[in-house]
């Protein structure tokens, strides 16, 4: 059962301090907005140049009815698309997500390095490298972009996702931006704090665009986490686009199947 004594929220282990939360900016994929790391991402000494401090697999799989595309630019600029601005249309298939923790950045983010192997293509497809944090604010330089699918993986890699976040003493935080172009409200709920090593987060997204292919989108993520190793281990998501021309929507499923700081099993 958890308890609230003081303005925090325990639950056995997990013990979250209410915190002011770090600028974030929103990571726009046309289907959604957007942990890995504390200490577990983050081992000493160094890792020699070249090798990752940390790998991990994920298996994914994207259901999608109806396409839209539109361009979207958040109050502090392009941070958590690319450096042209664009949203990313979602892409039906299925295949694996391959992670590499490459670096800290001096600003705490995570620097990572994010490739697709899509079912039945012989090659990966490119990588990004992006910083992610523990807002789930995402930045990457390149003006190629990655998919929706990493795009919300990428969200969920930043440092201190859980231990950082303004929690109330209900186990809630909301955060809102509003632009010129759009107005965006997200709140996350604590529902299941488990042992407090593995907890299950929701999120509840909604956007309005103005002028844009759409009215309104609505994104309702289910996050499984692994406090004890930082990372997520399931990532549920379900998207709904509608008004303008039609209604869209689209479905994803993320699992962590490898990851390196694993131990193996005997």
């Known amino acids: 059962m958890r308890k609230v004594l003081g303005g925090k929220v325990t639950n056995r282990v997990l013990n979250v301090l209410t915190k002011t939360v770090r600028s974030f900016g929103i990571v726009l994929s046309l289907s959604i907005c957007g942990v890995v790391a504390l200490t577990a991402q983050t081992p000493a000494p160094a890792s020699p140049p070249g090798k990752p401090l940390r790998h991990l697999e994920y298996s994914f799989n994207v259901a999608v009815q109806g396409l839209q595309t539109s361009k979207v630019t958040g109050s ?4 958590t698309l690319n450096v042209a601005g664009n949203l990313v249309a979602p892409e039906a298939g299925s295949g694996t997500m391959l992670v590499d923790v490459l670096s800290v950045a001096p600003d705490g983010a ?4 994010i490739s697709e192997l899509v079912q039945n293509e012989t090659h990966p497809r490119p990588a990004y490298t ?3 944090y523990g807002s789930t604010s995402v930045f990457c330089p390149s003006t190629a972009t990655p998919s929706a699918a990493e795009w919300l993986l990428l969200s969920y890699l930043g440092r201190q996702f859980i231990d950082a976040a303004p929690w109330d003493a209900q186990g809630h935080w909301q955060r809102k ?7 965006s409200e997200d709140n996350f709920t604590l529902v299941d704090a488990g ?4 907890v299950i987060v929701r999120e509840i997204k909604t956007m309005q665009l ?8 609505t994104s309702d993520i289910t996050i499984n986490y692994d406090r004890a190793m930082e990372v997520p281990t399931v990532i549920h998501a379900d998207v709904a686009t509608a008004g303008g021309n039609e209604t869209n929507s689209a479905s994803y499923v993320i699992t962590l199947e490898k990851d390196s700081f694993a131990k193996p099993k005997p």
């Open 177 to 183: 931006e509003q632009s010129a172009e759009f107005n």
């Open 130 to 132: 992006c910083n992610v």
């Open 110 to 113: 995570l620097v990572v390095r």
């Open 210 to 217: 103005q002028g844009g292919p759409f009215d309104t989108q």
């Open 195 to 198: 042992d407090g090593k593995k």
């Open 76 to 79: 502090n600029g392009v941070q």
